[in-house]
């Protein structure tokens, strides 16, 4: 005969497997940002010939990769990335504290989702005269889709494209922090007195 596992403990250990999940990649994804000091520039428009959209993504992601903000986001993402995994250790072993160390690294980690976007929504606007004249460059060449886009509907795809990573993120966070606050008791370890 077998027993079956107390209905607590299923969904528990999901939510383990997605902090510990997140917070792996998060770190790993942080710690390279941070570590990466050099990058080589994107291969100019006459030799590469790309299409405008590609020619632009890879010119913010020089540009964002030699911006004074990127290490120091690397390295915030590196330590909430281990508060994640810290989180999902504490629900993991059913310590009182769990719930509060999961949940506050997932609100850090939105903080953070949101403010990497505000900064590549500025990094684009800054460079959109550079990334204007990148599609228009494609376009004087006949490069891929050239006579369907303007320049400013490939800035539009590219400002989208951000937009779609950051609704997903902060999807991705919110689902989990729900399924936090719903499933994993505020403290387990106190048990009411009976009277």
């Given at each position: 005969?077998?027993?079956?596992p107390p209905?607590a403990?299923l969904?528990?250990?999901g939510?383990?497997?997605?902090?510990v999940?997140?917070?792996?990649?998060?770190l790993?994804?942080?710690v390279?940002?941070?570590?990466?000091?050099?990058i080589?520039?994107?291969?100019s428009?006459?030799t590469?010939q790309?299409s405008?959209?590609t020619?632009?993504?890879s010119h913010l992601?020089?540009?964002?990769m030699?911006s004074?903000?990127?290490?120091?986001?690397?390295l915030l993402?590196a330590?909430?990335?281990l508060?994640?995994i810290?989180?999902?250790?504490?629900?993991?072993?059913?310590?009182?504290?769990?719930r509060?160390w999961?949940?506050?690294?997932?609100?850090?980690?939105?903080?953070?989702?949101?403010?990497?976007?505000?900064?590549?929504m500025r990094?684009?606007?800054?460079?959109k005269?550079k990334l204007?004249?990148?599609?228009?460059?494609v376009?004087?060449?006949?490069?891929?889709?050239?006579?369907?886009?303007?320049?400013?509907?490939?800035?539009?795809l590219?400002?989208?494209?951000f937009?779609l990573?950051f609704?997903i993120?902060?999807?991705?966070?919110?689902?989990v922090l729900?399924r936090?606050?719903q499933?994993?008791?505020?403290?387990?370890g106190?048990?009411?007195r009976a009277?």
């Amino acid at each position: 005969m077998t027993t079956k596992p107390p209905p607590a403990t299923l969904p528990r250990i999901g939510i383990v497997v997605w902090l510990v999940l997140l917070g792996t990649c998060g770190l790993t994804r942080g710690v390279s940002e941070y570590s990466v000091t050099a990058i080589e520039p994107p291969p100019s428009v006459e030799t590469a010939q790309p299409s405008a959209f590609t020619a632009g993504a890879s010119h913010l992601a020089y540009t964002w990769m030699m911006s004074e903000w990127r290490r120091p986001l690397g390295l915030l993402a590196a330590l909430i990335s281990l508060l994640l995994i810290w989180g999902g250790v504490r629900v993991a072993r059913r310590s009182p504290d769990g719930r509060w160390w999961a949940s506050q690294a997932l609100l850090a980690k939105l903080v953070l989702v949101t403010m990497e976007f505000g900064l590549q929504m500025r990094l684009a606007f800054a460079e959109k005269p550079k990334l204007y004249a990148l599609a228009e460059s494609v376009a004087a060449q006949g490069g891929e889709s050239s006579s369907r886009l303007s320049p400013g509907q490939h800035f539009g795809l590219i400002c989208a494209s951000f937009a779609l990573s950051f609704a997903i993120g902060v999807a991705i966070f919110s689902y989990v922090l729900w399924r936090v606050r719903q499933e994993v008791p505020a403290n387990p370890g106190k048990q009411p007195r009976a009277a």
